[in-house]
């Protein structure tokens, strides 16, 4: 890995600091400010001795012994004694120590020890100390390049992530190792989690929808090619080998169509700024429902309309009336002769309901969980079906924002719920 990101890093914040001190050290130099600590050590330590020699040269040997002897003396330190004779004005200075003597001849002297700064050169704005220049090279370096690692590592453990994806591993997880980080890079791992979740449960679905797919499309193939066979060693059941040909042809066609339907409500919604009146639309469904329960001896029973208030949905009512199409057959399929099937709107806050609710066998336990799968047909399961009503009847509640389940009722049969957001009605 080409860790341009890591030198971007290092080297900018590397200079951030070097940059830092320099302005420091600049500030110092323009504003002249001087460190007091000097003085005050000066003030505390070497005064009361300096004083108290000062003192007993001025009483021993008077005044002009004292200035003789602080002529000897070499600068800066000549320049911190001073001695006052009585009556004598002066300006007091900040660090000043003042201690007393007295003459030979009875005068009484002031002694005053003034802390002054050691004079020198002024710096200039790039005479920064040596130990400011290590540092800013050595510490800002380190804490530089610790920085750049902590923020670059997980970055390129989301590369290797993504490349890892790229070549087919839908399996590889970043979270657990993150460590304990609790930042935006975690977060986005946990992203890359979830969307490599995602496209693996697609992939795997799609696996599983082509090798039903082939299942089932295997059994009219090898009857067609049967029949075929047939009719080439007896031309005298010609038609009847057409009518299986045309029979078998129309089963794999309606299967198709069904895919088709599936596909459709995988892509979700053409037009989500459509919407359609949810009330109306089921009561259409059970009014075509009831020419086909009819033959079967069943009855679905549905609350009459009175005029109820316009439950509105957005999005397609084409594939939503499908769904519950789909549904409806379902029950009218596992419906004993004389039963009823009961189709109801639950309104809920921002959501409604519509519930199927038939008196059939209802579903065994261990396959309620595998009931919205494409080809999924139970132990009570009619011939005739494919197994993918009540699958394209979840992607479509899928693609409108709702959800789907099914449970058996506690008196039988099988109970299969919708739930979908509402909408305002569009001014």
């Not at 002009?64 to 009556?87: H, K, T, V, Y």
């Not at 923020?151 to 993150?178: K, W």
């Not at 069904?258 to 639309?281: I, Q, V």
């Not at 809920?348 to 519930?355: F, L, T």
Request: proline share 6%.
């Amino acid at each position: 890995m080409r860790q341009r990101l890591f030198w971007k890093i290092l080297l900018g914040f590397w200079f951030t600091f070097i940059a830092i001190i320099e302005g420091l050290w600049i500030y110092f130099v323009v504003f002249d400010v001087q460190p007091k600590h000097v003085e005050r050590f000066l003030a505390d330590q070497a005064a009361p001795a300096q004083i108290a020699l000062a003192a007993r040269i001025v009483e021993q040997q008077g005044p002009a012994a004292f200035r003789e002897a602080l002529a000897g003396l070499q600068p800066p330190g000549r320049d911190r004694l001073s001695l006052w004779p009585p009556g004598a004005v002066r300006a007091a200075g900040e660090f000043e120590v003042v201690g007393t003597a007295t003459a030979p001849d009875g005068t009484r002297y002031e002694i005053v020890y003034e802390p002054r700064a050691v004079p020198a050169r002024k710096p200039g704005p790039f005479d920064i100390p040596p130990f400011m220049v290590v540092l800013a090279i050595i510490g800002g370096l380190g804490f530089s390049a610790a920085l750049a690692w902590y923020l670059t590592r997980p970055i390129g453990r989301l590369r290797d992530g993504f490349a890892i994806l790229a070549r087919g591993d839908l399996g590889y997880r970043l979270a657990g190792r993150m460590g304990r980080r609790r930042d935006e890079i975690a977060d986005l791992a946990r992203d890359f989690d979830a969307m490599a979740e995602r496209l693996q449960h697609l992939v795997e679905a799609r696996d599983r929808l082509l090798n039903d797919v082939s299942h089932e499309l295997r059994s009219p193939l090898a009857r067609l090619q049967i029949s075929i066979g047939l009719a080439r060693q007896n031309p005298g059941r010609f038609d009847l080998v057409l009518d299986r040909i045309e029979d078998e042809a129309g089963r794999i066609d309606a299967m198709v169509g069904e895919l088709l339907s599936l596909a459709r409500a995988e892509n979700g919604l053409a037009d989500k700024d459509s919407y359609f009146d949810l009330n109306s639309l089921v009561r259409a469904v059970v009014a075509d429902a009831r020419f086909e329960a009819e033959p079967a001896g069943a009855v679905i029973h549905c609350p009459p309309d009175d005029g109820a208030e316009d439950v509105l949905v957005a999005g397609d009512a084409g594939l939503m009336r499908r769904a519950i199409e789909n549904i409806l057959r379902n029950a009218l399929r596992h419906t004993p002769k004389g039963s009823a099937i009961s189709v109801t709107l639950e309104a809920r806050p921002g959501w409604v309901e519509v519930v199927v609710a038939d008196e059939g066998r209802g579903v065994a336990e261990s396959e309620l969980e595998h009931l919205f799968r494409p080809f999924a047909r139970g132990a009570h399961g009619a011939p005739d079906g494919y197994g993918l009503g009540l699958a394209i009847a979840q992607r479509a509640v899928l693609s409108h924002g709702g959800r789907i389940s099914g449970a058996n009722r506690p008196q039988g049969g099988l109970e299969v719920r919708i739930s979908l957001p509402v909408v305002e009605a569009p001014i």
